[in-house]
């Protein structure tokens, strides 16, 4: 099983990034796809999430209408749309994979992004 996030790096407040997650050796398409962070000093936090049904999504409300969800079940990934990016969302950003029947969870190990001018 392997979660591995790219798109992750420096960008200037107000700026945009696309973070990817790609997913292998289960099935993607029945897990939730989740995008969760953690800042220094802070504990990890969930961005949003995805259902594996109809693609129903959920946001952090500090990130709603900046940050947009997406799934590709065909290519086994899940973006994350970043934009206006303020210094606060400075943080690791890390993808997660869980279903609740069987109780499974599967972790990435993270991708930086930094905002600053």
């Known amino acids: 099983v392997q979660l591995v996030e790219s798109g992750g790096g420096l960008v200037q407040p107000g700026g945009s990034l696309r973070l990817s997650c790609a997913a292998s050796?289960?099935?993607?398409?029945?897990?939730?796809m989740s995008w969760y962070r953690q800042a220094p000093g802070k504990e990890r936090e969930l961005v949003a999430s995805?259902?594996?049904?109809?693609?129903?999504?959920n946001y952090e409300d500090s990130v709603k209408g900046r940050f947009t969800i997406s799934r590709d079940n065909a290519k086994k990934t899940v973006d994350l749309q970043m934009n206006s990016l303020i210094p606060e969302d400075t943080a690791v950003y890390y993808c997660?994979?869980?279903?609740?029947?069987?109780?499974?969870?599967?972790w990435g190990k993270g991708t930086p992004v930094t905002v600053s001018s």
């Open positions: 997660k994979a869980f279903r609740r029947v069987p109780r499974v969870t599967y």
């Open positions: 050796g289960f099935t993607f398409s029945s897990y939730v």
């Open positions: 995805i259902t594996s049904g109809d693609g129903s999504t």
